[in-house]
């Protein structure tokens, strides 16, 4: 069904086959479905949604379309969706909701949800503890297979997952137990016997990029979460891990294009002052570091006086400088992200780039020497741009390479050691560089 043959469906109050046609969607294409509606008719459409799908469906919504829904929901619609919804996903919604609506839902809900909500809110901001959720299947060590099935039978409708099951004693974790073990294996067969005691987790404090980083390391479906005491807590679940990537993603692109701040919100939704907003912080600072550049030139009026073509050759070097700085931060960045790097690696990342911007740099001085000795038949001129090359491309390459790693070595993000900081710093250098070979060549 496209968003159009549902607005004719709607005008022509074809209900029952908006029903049916819903039932067999998935809950992310419904969401999507859904996205033009006005205030009036996404409620109508919404509530012919079935009570836990609906529930799924509001979890992928984006916050304009929360928000209409809200404003035609009553107070206890709106709690209804809460406690249908996992702890995880009503706490993403609240964390964006007034403080006086949060309580007065809150007041609406049952206990159990309350309590798992206020609990889940009450961890730091980024930390594991806040993505978690705390629907998961626990067992005994003594229960059989046959026992643990049928608990599974029970809970798991309001389990995040099935597929991976915890051993828990007293609040301990003392194992864990797959799906898959459990269906293998003759029914008076023991969990004791079958559990895994050796298991990845993590901490309710850890930050949510390691947690995220460990389910891409080690390929898991699900990773349990403990407090200081070793008592499980909750877990974090693959499609919170990919939330939490995509976030860090997104934050990172916005670092190294020098921007502020990551906005939530589509392109397309963002106002054109937060788009501003955004921006000119770092352009301003940009713009007034590049003043240092303009004051070096300056110095070297002489020498553009005497001979004219240096100038011509200024915006070469500064953009190859910046380009060759930019490849080497973006490598080493993504190295540091995913940690295939550390500080400890410093001088053989600086040894491999050095040899990397010697053959680089020697390819682009010889290609740019040969065409400038060609156009204008000028052997110091062309020597001049060939040893500018070489010592503009090194100094960039290092530049690129050791800005990110002092950054990750000062607990700063090293995203924002990217393109135009490291093109600002190179720029500078280039220009120094440049006139001082072209002075001590052509004796001015």
């Known amino acids: 069904m496209t968003k159009k043959v549902l607005m004719t469906l709607l005008q022509n109050k074809k209900y029952k086959s908006i029903h049916e046609v819903l039932s067999v969607y998935n809950p992310v294409d419904v969401a999507d479905l859904l996205e033009t509606l006005d205030a009036q008719n996404l409620a109508v459409v919404f509530r012919m949604i079935e009570k836990e799908k609906a529930a799924e469906v509001f979890a992928y919504m984006d916050n304009d379309q929360r928000q209409k829904l809200i404003d035609v929901f009553s107070m206890e619609e709106t709690a209804a969706l809460l406690d249908a919804m996992s702890a995880d996903d009503a706490v993403d919604f609240l964390e964006d909701m007034p403080a006086n609506v949060v309580t007065r839902l809150l007041d ?41 099935l049928d608990h599974i039978r029970k809970v798991g409708i309001d389990s995040e997952t099935v597929y991976t099951c915890y051993v828990v004693e007293r609040h301990k974790l003392e194992g864990i137990i797959t799906a898959k073990d459990l269906m293998i294996h003759d029914d008076t067969v023991k969990i004791a016997d079958l559990m895994s005691d050796q298991f990845l987790f993590v901490h309710t404090t850890d930050d949510q990029e390691f947690v995220a980083n460990q389910f891409r390391k080690y390929g898991l479906i699900a990773i349990p979460v403990v407090d200081s005491e070793g008592c499980i807590v909750g877990i974090v679940t693959f499609d919170d891990a990919m939330d939490v990537l995509t976030e860090e993603t997104t934050e990172d692109m916005h670092k ?3 921007l502020t701040s990551a906005n939530e919100e589509s392109y397309l939704k963002t106002s054109v002052f937060q788009h501003a907003k955004s921006r000119i912080v770092w352009l301003m600072i940009l713009m007034f570091s590049a003043t240092i550049t303009g004051s070096i030139i300056t110095r070297y009026e002489d020498a553009f006086s005497a001979i004219p073509l240096l100038v011509s050759f200024i915006p070469m070097l500064m953009d190859t400088g910046g380009n060759c700085g930019s490849q080497s931060s973006t490598l080493i960045i993504r190295g540091l992200a995913v940690g295939e790097l550390h500080f400890s690696d410093t001088l053989k990342v600086i040894w491999k780039e050095f040899r990397v911007a010697a053959v680089v740099s020697v390819a682009l001085a010889v290609a740019n ?28 390459k290092m530049v690129g390479c050791l800005l990110p790693i002092a950054a990750k070595k000062c607990h700063l993000d090293p995203a924002i050691m990217a393109s135009p900081l490291i093109t600002t710093i190179v720029d500078t250098c280039s220009i120094v560089i440049y006139f001082r070979i072209a002075t001590v060549i052509f004796a001015l």
């Open 256 to 258: 190294m294009a020098a």
């Open 108 to 148: 609406q809900v049952d206990w159990a949800t309350r309590s798992a909500i206020n609990r889940l809110l009450q961890y730091p901001e980024d930390s594991a503890g806040s993505i978690m959720t705390v629907e998961f299947i626990e067992l005994h060590r003594e229960m059989t297979v046959r026992q643990a």
């Open 369 to 396: 020497g040969i065409r400038i000795y060609v156009m204008y038949h000028d052997m110091q001129m062309a020597i001049v741009i060939a040893a500018s090359l070489v010592l503009t491309v090194i100094v960039a």
